[in-house]
Nanobody
């Protein structure tokens, strides 16, 4: 059974930084892509960053130059470094792994950007 657990969310002032982590447990294999999504109150879930295995990382236009996706394969952990945060980045953030046998999501971690 694959489980994804996010951490690192919280309250930060505009212009601040946060680093989200997503620890994956279970058998991780035949991965197509992985990444981060977010969902603000009253809005649909949207892609933040998507990394295709062996390929490039794509970012939403709204976060380009501010957010950086990375991963530690040895630790089965994904990261999202978020810099220069804005109030409009406030949302629940979810990690996602697309494997040959299915899609897996974390439970989400809340990020609030406010002064």
């Amino acid at each position: 059974q694959v489980q994804l657990v996010e951490s690192g969310g919280g309250l930060v002032q505009p212009g601040g930084s946060l680093r989200l982590s997503c620890a994956a447990t279970g058998t991780i294999s035949s991965v197509n892509n992985m990444g981060w999504y977010r969902q603000a109150p009253g809005q649909q879930r949207e892609l933040v960053a998507a990394h295709a295995i062996g390929g490039m990382t794509m970012y939403a236009d709204s976060v380009k130059g501010r957010f950086t996706f990375s991963r530690d394969s040895a630790k089965n952990t994904l990261y999202l470094q978020m810099d220069s945060l804005k109030p409009e980045d406030t949302a629940d953030y979810y990690c996602h792994i697309d494997m040959a046998r299915g899609d897996y999501w974390g439970q989400g971690t809340q990020v609030t950007v406010s002064s």
